[in-house]
């Protein structure tokens, strides 16, 4: 909202203003920091009650990828019999899929937080950026417990870690800004229309395929190559692959990646900043 | 742009919503497939112009007319100053857009003109325990909502113990509070909300919430608030709390303010422009007036010591009950008297006509104003509605005319110490509150 502090000598300190102006507005970080403990109430509601009331609790957050890591193997790996450039396959896949399975849903939870949220958003104030961003933070747990498979499947087939493994942190970066990113786009058009949520679901389900996460990124032809990587999971997963499976760091693939991310976070904040005002207005 | 001890200043400020258009529907098959192809494009210019005002210009807020009949202007132009320490309550109808100047004032929702100014912390109460969630533990939600309110995490640490006292639930702090009764929830959700501590707070009518005994407990925390020299703007139909907690008063109306002023002037104002039943009615039609051809009712009103028409009644003052009716056909037996009900629906008392001059004697045919006193400090606060009626003294099932609930006034407190209340500030039930003596005999041991 345009809400400015305004601090002059003239006894203007702690004024706020909120006026009706249009316009491009980026984050406000003074009013971010004011709300930190909101924040963080916010992220660790998210994780507390995401397995709440189920039997599992957290297991779900290997079952999930497990199943899915199998399930791939056997069709893309046996039957199918997709190259995997030597790595056994069941390995090529759970290093790809237990990223991509956070990014799949940290971007569906996110671009959802405002619809969900609504109830809030029509009765309290605080920074709406809080919606679309708590997601992509609670779900950080899930990844990190789900590493648990990606470390065991890594000591059945004795694959020892590399270097390569300093860039994992960067990779993590690169890896959370894309649900960001998605997530303040989808979030404030969701709010609008509500066919985002039932493109979502299908989208993702596409998205699988747009990156090398069945198949491997050298398959695809080299003239394309520039355009593939264009779109940050690729860069993501290959980088996952090679921090863990100790192969060359695939920068072609990572650096058009990172610049796309970047543009998405930053054109949604001042997408997001700008539909904000309209949020309560339109639940 | 705002005086030292000024904590809103509000300027100008409108906000239009822009309400749905009619759909068209083609009774055709042909026209069905053809407006089916060509709905995304219009779903799309529809939801894209529900926040789209470009097209509303100056002239419309001036405009009573309203051409652009999709167009509601929730604001028309509003401008007040609410001075720090004040307590300012908002009162109107429903859709007088006081809810809506509400979320504007606690950035929930944008005005499209005009501009605000705020001066320190402001929290806003339009529901108790927002955010709370089912699954978390009351302890946990405590922290939640505390926060989203705008409470910082060591601001709750040092006041949880408080916060739980007062709510009463201590025994259930580590249950999920979808466990909880709906009352439990209610009172740990306005527990959190009481010990905010803001320099502004904004309040939309909270006040209902909680059993009797809470609900005592939150008002006497308001008046608290009130005195602790913070700002409060407070929007509520209950018009007996706006008298008594808050010093002025915004009457707002299809999205302007009618007046602002001392809160009894204005509920007042409020009460007596149309909305609901007001203490004076007159019938001025004598064909169509309630009775018959004996009797006819003309005028009936709540009338003040000195004889002024009477909205709002102070619980100490003595008021009248005044009926005016023609007698067309003369009569030994006409009774005058009056039956009062008060909110719930309960019969506070009948009252008969005992004027020793008229009881029992013929009435010639003529102009009748008969008023009946009820003193200060026997009525309960609230609202009371009076239906006069003339019966028939010796046919005692004959009325000549009964209007029940023909008129209503208010009675408030004004908790000054000196009515049947004394210095307790809670609720008080009870269809009557007279003020008696009280006597106390001592003997010590």
Known sequence: ?283 | MIGKDIAIKVENVSKYYRIGYKEETKDTVSGTVVEFIKSPLKNYRKYRSLYRFDDVDETLENDSGNNNSNIILASKNISFEVKTGEVVGIIGRNGSGKSTLLKILSKITHPNKGRIYIRGRISSLLEVGTGFHPELTGRENVYLNGTILGMRKQEIDRKFDEIVDFSGVEKFLDTPVKRYSSGMKVRLAFSVAAHLEPEILLIDEVLAVGDAEFQKKCLKKMEGVGQEGRTVIFVSHNMSAVTRLCQRTILMDSGTILEDGRSDQVVNTYLSSGSGSTAHRRWENPETAPGNDVVRLRACSVVSENGEVCEILDIRKKCGLRMEFEVLEGRDTLLPYYNVFDQKGIRVFPAVDLDPDWRGRYRPPGRYICTAWIPGNLLSEGRLFVGPSVKDNSQKNIKYFYVPEAIAFMVVDSMEGDSARGDYVGRCGGAVRPLFKWETKFSPQ
């Open chain 1, 1 to 283: 909202m345009n809400d400015k502090q305004i601090i002059s000598k003239g006894g203007m300190a702690n004024v706020r203003v909120i006026e009706a102006k249009k316009g491009w507005k980026f984050l406000d970080f003074n009013e971010l920091k004011e709300y930190r403990d909101l924040f963080y109430f916010l992220v660790w509601r998210n994780i507390k009650v995401l397995y709440a009331q189920t039997i599992m609790g957290f297991s779900w957050a290997i079952l999930q990828p497990l199943f899915q890591i199998i399930i791939f193997t056997i069709i893309f790996g046996r039957v199918a019999k997709i190259s995997s450039e030597g790595v056994p396959y069941f390995l090529f896949s759970t290093v790809a899929i237990i990223p991509w399975t956070y990014m799949s849903q940290a971007m569906t939870a996110s671009s959802q937080s405002l619809v969900t949220g609504s109830g809030m958003l029509g009765k309290i104030y605080f920074p709406r950026l809080l919606f679309p961003i708590t997601p992509v933070l609670s779900r950080l747990v899930d990844f990190g417990i789900s590493l648990i498979i990606v470390v065991l499947v890594m000591l059945y087939y004795r694959v020892m870690p590399t270097w390569n493994l300093v860039f994992l942190p960067f990779l993590l970066i690169m890896m959370a800004s894309i649900p960001v990113g998605i997530g303040l786009w989808l979030s404030a058009l969701a709010i609008r229309y509500r066919d985002v949520k039932h493109a979502m679901p299908f989208v993702v389900r596409m998205l699988i395929y747009s990156a090398p996460i069945v198949y491997s990124a050298s398959s695809i032809p080299e003239t394309y190559r520039f355009f593939y990587s264009l779109n940050p999971i690729v860069g993501v997963i290959e980088g996952f692959r090679a921090c863990m499976l100790g192969s060359p760091m695939p920068w072609i693939y990572i650096w058009p990646g990172i610049i796309t991310a970047a543009l998405m976070v930053v054109t949604g904040v001042f997408y997001f900043r700008r539909m904000e005002q309209i949020f309560a207005d339109v639940i």
